[in-house]
């Protein structure tokens, strides 16, 4: 695990910028090298999370975060519906079943899924929701690329909604900028392991 210095925690827009750089220096074909064993960690952890889970969110992973397809692609196979969000002018999401078909965001330029969104309420009967993060730490602190789609959703998420987030190995620091309306997660998964954070441990 990567740590910061305790008493020089930079701003998050610094950190933002240095996990950019990190993962720029990864590159693309060593990133999608990690697909097999992301997979292999995300399905592990959901048989530990919600082994009854009926549906689940998760996200399009861009070239230079874990890769998520493969994942994707075997819970097609075996006919568990994903919903995929898709980011909104007014900063928040629409979710999408997963079809396999993938678009560019005209804005963000991130992947997202083709086809109707599902109604609201959908979203809120997920079991578990996979999170893409800049970084996250032991205690469930997570870091997000800044845009709020995910606070703003997650401000009005029932509590039965359990959140991952899928970092690269790296990515899991000793510490954080914390600001009050920063929404830990339950669980980490990187492309070597998982587990449950403190958080997850307290509510649990």
């Known amino acids: 695990m990567a740590a910061i210095p305790q008493g020089k925690i930079p701003r998050k827009d610094a950190?933002?910028?240095?996990?950019?750089?990190?993962?720029?220096?990864?590159?693309?074909?060593?990133?999608?090298?990690?697909?097999?064993?992301?997979?292999?960690?995300?399905?592990?952890a959901i048989g530990?999370?919600?082994?009854?889970?009926?549906?689940?969110?998760?996200?399009?992973?861009?070239?230079?975060?874990?890769?998520?397809?493969l994942f994707l692609a075997q819970q097609r196979a075996a006919n568990h519906r994903v919903l995929l969000p898709v980011?909104?002018?007014?900063?928040?999401?629409?979710?999408?079943?997963?079809?396999?078909?993938?678009?560019?965001?005209?804005?963000?330029?991130?992947?997202m899924p083709v086809g109707a969104p599902v109604a609201d309420s959908f979203v809120l009967d997920c079991n578990l929701l996979i999170m893409p993060a800049a970084a996250v730490t032991t205690a469930g602190a997570r870091l997000g690329w800044g845009g709020g789609f995910y606070?703003?959703?997650?401000?009005?998420?029932?509590?039965?909604?359990?959140?991952?987030?899928?970092v690269h190995d790296d990515e899991v620091l000793a510490s954080l900028p914390h600001e009050p309306h920063d929404i830990p997660v339950h669980g980490i998964v990187t492309p070597s392991t998982w587990f449950v954070t403190d958080f997850g441990k307290r509510t649990n």
Do not use: K, Y
């Open 15 to 44: 950190i933002r910028r240095e996990i950019r750089a990190q993962r720029r220096e990864r590159g693309a074909e060593r990133t999608a090298a990690l697909a097999e064993s992301v997979a292999a960690q995300l399905t592990a």
């Open 48 to 69: 530990a999370f919600a082994p009854e889970a009926q549906q689940i969110a998760a996200f399009c992973s861009t070239p230079l975060e874990p890769p998520i397809e």
């Open 87 to 111: 980011p909104n002018d007014d900063g928040s999401l629409s979710w999408v079943p997963d079809a396999g078909t993938r678009a560019q965001h005209p804005s963000l330029r991130v992947p």
């Open 151 to 166: 606070d703003r959703m997650l401000a009005s998420a029932p509590p039965h909604l359990l959140r991952v987030a899928l």
